[in-house]
């Protein structure tokens, strides 16, 4: 089993502070669960003993007479025999009625430590904000990244390309990777959209127009890295005779972002210095995700190679938006603790046109900070104080 160091390292320092809830969050089968066991078992190694681990996963039935935040509460107090700390594991809790006032009763208390995961980004931002707020630490958990899934697949260097354009066609979620044919990752990723529909979309969330529904996130995934209109959008449901309301339309696109299927990315005006709340993108979380819900049967590269970016991007601890210069844009700039990037990625720059595009996008910035050009390309393109960087050093590297 592959350890997820790069969540755990982040975690750690809170494990044994009880005054704050662990929140674990992202797409279904992201590995959420698996870092959860991760962490018992280092908790059981610091000295802790077993009967003061307790974990409960709330997609198994054995807890299914556990519906509200009462039964919750009285079922996890009913296991203190004594006043030592107890560690509470709540796997998908968004199950659980009212769940988070179970959570702040049990907090107050200070004998319990709790880690919960959920696969809806409402539980921990909205949910938790009346009676939790600020006592809670947050981690998105995304699907493997690159570097991950050459740890699991004991990929050579050599094979960085072919196992690069496999996860452009099927993603990185865990599982996804102990089948070895199409068909079969095909079946995987479409259960595991299916679950999502099925769980978060229609029982947790409401939404019953589940060919709409289908439409909008088909239509975001083909048009992704594209700005995003409300107007294209319902012209497009009119004319395949799935025609929405405005309003149900942002309803139906926040389902998308709050169970992760896709993720928002505003833009940022880099003279005015402010985010712009329209013509915004949106981005797959998975490509294996993207890849079952759209017609193409032939896979977009330089889409699937920005998506990629972005992910990389966010799993390494960015705020990232889309920048908006006087003259066009840059793909991203990525923000990290006032450390500021600007970054173009291009799929492959051997064409000079090509080049001096991507190279020249920034031309009409004037600030100072570092400027990146990200491709496949093993030649060093670098010039005039813009940075060359190879995709896969790129991926490797958890320092950039």
Same mark, same amino acid.
């Given at each position: 089993?592959?350890?997820?160091? +790069?969540?755990?390292? #982040?975690?750690?320092? $809170?494990?044994?502070?009880?005054?704050?809830?662990?929140?674990?969050?992202?797409?279904?089968?992201?590995?959420?669960?698996?870092?959860?066991?991760?962490?018992?078992?280092?908790?059981?190694?610091?000295?802790?003993?077993?009967?003061?681990?307790?974990?409960?996963?709330?997609?198994?039935?054995?807890?299914?007479?556990? !519906?509200?935040?009462?039964?919750? *509460?009285?079922?996890?107090?009913? $296991?203190?025999?004594?006043?030592?700390?107890?560690?509470?594991?709540?796997?998908?809790?968004?199950?659980?009625?009212?769940?988070?006032?179970?959570?702040?009763?049990?907090?107050?208390?200070?004998?319990?430590?709790?880690?919960?995961?959920?696969?809806?980004?409402?539980?921990?931002?909205?949910?938790?904000?009346?009676?939790?707020?600020?006592?809670?630490?947050?981690?998105?958990?995304?699907?493997?990244?690159?570097?991950?899934?050459?740890?699991?697949?004991?990929?050579?260097?050599?094979?960085?390309?072919?196992?690069?354009?496999?996860?452009?066609?099927?993603?990185?979620?865990?599982?996804? $990777?102990?089948?070895?044919?199409?068909?079969?990752?095909?079946?995987? &990723?479409?259960?595991?959209?299916?679950?999502?529909?099925?769980?978060? &979309?229609?029982?947790?969330?409401?939404?019953?127009?589940?060919?709409?529904?289908?439409?909008?996130?088909?239509? &975001?995934?083909?048009?992704?890295?594209?700005?995003?209109?409300?107007?294209?959008?319902?012209?497009?449901?009119?004319?395949?005779?799935?025609?929405?309301?405005?309003?149900?339309? +942002?309803?139906?696109?926040?389902?998308?972002?709050?169970?992760?299927?896709?993720?928002?990315?505003?833009?940022?005006?880099?003279?005015?210095?402010?985010?712009?709340?329209?013509?915004?993108?949106?981005?797959?979380?998975?490509?294996? &995700?993207?890849?079952?819900?759209?017609?193409? #049967?032939?896979? *977009?590269?330089?889409?699937? $190679?920005?998506?990629?970016?972005?992910?990389?991007?966010?799993?390494?601890?960015?705020?990232?938006?889309?920048?908006?210069?006087?003259?066009?844009?840059?793909?991203?700039?990525?923000?990290?603790?006032?450390?500021?990037?600007?970054?173009?990625?291009?799929?492959?720059?051997?064409?000079?046109?090509?080049? *001096?595009?991507?190279?020249?996008?920034?031309?009409?910035?004037?600030?100072?900070?570092?400027?990146?050009?990200?491709? !496949?390309?093993?030649? *060093?393109?670098?010039?005039?104080?813009?940075?060359?960087?190879?995709?896969?050093?790129?991926?490797?590297?958890?320092?950039?």
């Amino acid at each position: 089993m592959l350890k997820r160091e +790069y969540y755990l390292k #982040k975690i750690r320092d $809170f494990y044994h502070i009880n005054s704050l809830i662990k929140i674990l969050c992202g797409l279904r089968r992201s590995g959420k669960s698996v870092i959860l066991q991760q962490i018992i078992e280092e908790i059981k190694e610091s000295g802790v003993e077993e009967d003061h681990i307790l974990y409960i996963n709330f997609e198994s039935l054995d807890y299914a007479d556990i !519906t509200n935040a009462i039964q919750l *509460n009285n079922y996890i107090k009913s $296991f203190v025999k004594d006043k030592k700390t107890y560690y509470v594991f709540l796997d998908e809790i968004q199950k659980v009625d009212e769940f988070e006032k179970a959570i702040n009763s049990l907090r107050v208390t200070s004998q319990f430590s709790i880690f919960i995961t959920g696969s809806n980004s409402k539980m921990t931002f909205l949910e938790l904000s009346t009676d939790l707020s600020g006592r809670y630490v947050s981690f998105r958990i995304n699907p493997l990244s690159f570097k991950e899934v050459v740890k699991i697949t004991n990929t050579k260097k050599e094979k960085y390309f072919d196992l690069l354009l496999d996860i452009f066609e099927w993603g990185t979620l865990p599982q996804r $990777f102990s089948f070895s044919n199409d068909a079969s990752k095909e079946n995987y &990723v479409r259960d595991v959209y299916d679950s999502i529909l099925l769980k978060d &979309v229609v029982d947790r969330l409401g939404i019953t127009d589940i060919t709409s529904f289908n439409k909008i996130l088909q239509y &975001v995934l083909e048009t992704e890295t594209r700005e995003f209109s409300v107007t294209n959008v319902l012209d497009y449901l009119d004319k395949n005779d799935n025609k929405v309301a405005t309003d149900t339309l +942002y309803k139906y696109l926040e389902a998308l972002c709050s169970t992760f299927i896709v993720n928002r990315v505003y833009r940022y005006d880099i003279n005015g210095k402010a985010v712009l709340k329209s013509l915004n993108k949106f981005y797959a979380t998975d490509l294996g &995700v993207k890849k079952i819900k759209t017609n193409s #049967k032939e896979i *977009n590269y330089s889409q699937a $190679f920005e998506n990629l970016i972005y992910n990389e991007l966010i799993k390494k601890g960015y705020e990232v938006f889309i920048g908006k210069t006087k003259e066009g844009e840059i793909d991203f700039i990525a923000s990290k603790n006032n450390d500021i990037k600007y970054i173009q990625a291009c799929y492959d720059l051997t064409n000079e046109e090509t080049r *001096n595009r991507e190279l020249g996008a920034f031309d009409s910035i004037s600030d100072n900070y570092p400027k990146y050009v990200i491709s !496949t390309n093993k030649e *060093n393109y670098s010039q005039k104080g813009v940075q060359h960087i190879n995709i896969f050093d790129f991926l490797m590297n958890d320092a950039f």
